[in-house]
């Protein structure tokens, strides 16, 4: 019989951490991230670094709801620790007279290092950010093979 892969999912690991994080579980979804990890939202020129930062970000973003729920729409291993996600969100503001409910779609790219989220990038371009999961994919899997070939 072979031997099972000792890999995570990374698939079923991000789908966790986003669902824990869509219940509000900070504690939860923070212990998916190493303690250096980086979360970029370039759009925003937003770049924070470290649990202290990301936790911040995550508590003041999801106090700002009332409601808030995601549906995850697809979720893609490209290899070499990169994982694509597109998450669908529908959060109900605190507060505010029009009550609006807001409907948006995100999309990360995740990169686990040794079973932990070492950067999280968010986008609001499906396109921009598929290409830019795929691009970091070849560029980690390059790196590994000069890696391996220099150590073989």
Known sequence: MPDASTSPD????????LEVGALRDIDGGI???AHDAVWEVPALG???VGLTAI???LEDWLGAFEEFEIELK?????GSGVVFAVVQTDA????GASRT????????????????????TAYAD????????????EEAADVRGVRDRRSG
């Open 55 to 57: 936790r911040g970000f």
């Open 31 to 33: 212990r998916f991230f």
């Open 10 to 17: 990374l698939v079923e690991l991000t789908r966790r951490s």
């Open 126 to 137: 499906i396109d921009e950010a598929r290409i830019a999961a795929k691009r970091l994919a």
């Open 101 to 120: 409910r807001l409907r948006e779609v995100f999309v990360y790219v995740v990169v686990w290092s040794e079973g932990e989220v070492s950067r999280v």
């Open 92 to 95: 109900l503001p605190l507060g």
């Open 46 to 48: 937003t770049s924070l």
């Open 74 to 78: 697809e979720v893609l291993d490209l």
